[in-house]
């Protein structure tokens, strides 16, 4: 079964330091997402990618976060200074979009763990 | 916006009991809906979903729900649990035919079943 794969799986950094997570969504999916999840809190919507640009994103999702799919494969979340409070699981998800009946449904990478100190 | 709630924060059952867990969805129009499991130290797993049709889903390992629309509920349940079903429980909710297709998640439920 296809599946979306996340690197780093665990990511520890210094406080104010830039950190570049990295997926690679499902290979004929059109739409890209990244969640977060701090630990004991629910899962939150970051941003939301499609053809090249977001669609979408939270209030979470300030101008120290941005999103690239640089070479058509790969889908990064870049937070440039990071704080202790990015502390979280960040969860890539891919999706086929509205083309067909039920392509609508997201699949889940395993997520990366980023601990800023 | 839509959003999503579910009041059980912490569900603890003995093997073999009934399991329900409530899950109530604001939005007036139409809406997908999804429950997802995450096991201990595991990534997010899709249970079930529902898009139309028939409002009682099945899923994987014996979980279905049923949509109920003038409650804007879905909620989860299984006849028996056993030990392995102790996770994290999330209900979600998409709005179709939107561009961003982002999913709603409530707080989860943490279900404990003892052994």
């Known amino acids: 079964e296809p599946e979306v794969t996340q690197t780093p799986s665990h990511q520890v950094t210094q406080m104010g330091q830039e950190v570049i997570l990295r997926c690679v969504p499902i290979?004929?999916?059109?739409?890209f997402y990244w969640y977060r999840q701090i630990l004991g809190q629910k899962v939150e919507f970051l941003v939301s990618?499609?053809?090249?640009?977001?669609?979408?994103k939270s209030e979470i999702f300030d101008d120290q976060f941005s999103v690239e799919r640089p070479d058509g494969s790969n889908f990064t979340l870049k937070i440039r200074s990071t704080k202790l409070e990015d502390s979280a699981m960040y969860f890539c998800?891919?999706?086929?979009?509205?083309?067909?009946?039920?392509?609508?449904?997201?699949?889940f990478g395993a997520g990366s763990r980023l601990t800023v100190l | 916006a839509q959003s999503v709630s579910q009041h059980n924060h912490h569900v603890i059952l003995s093997e073999a009991a009934s399991l329900e867990l409530g899950c109530n969805y604001s939005?007036?129009?139409?809406?997908?809906l999804f429950w997802y499991v995450q096991y201990p130290g595991q990534h997010l797993q899709l249970l079930l979903k529902y898009f139309s049709g028939d409002p009682l889903v099945k899923g994987i390992k014996g979980f279905e729900a049923e949509f109920i629309k003038s409650k804007f509920s879905f909620n989860l349940r299984k006849p028996s649990v056993q030990w392995s079903d102790t996770a994290e429980y999330f209900c979600?909710?998409?709005?179709?035919?939107?561009?961003?297709?982002?999913?709603?998640f409530g707080d989860g439920t943490t279900l404990t079943v003892k052994p």
């Open positions: 998800a891919s999706s086929g979009g509205w083309s067909r009946p039920g392509a609508n449904v997201l699949t």
């Open positions: 939005y007036g129009g139409t809406v997908n």
């Open positions: 290979s004929n999916h059109l739409y």
């Open positions: 979600a909710v998409t709005i179709p035919n939107t561009n961003a297709g982002k999913s709603t």
């Open positions: 990618f499609y053809n090249n640009e977001i669609s979408e």
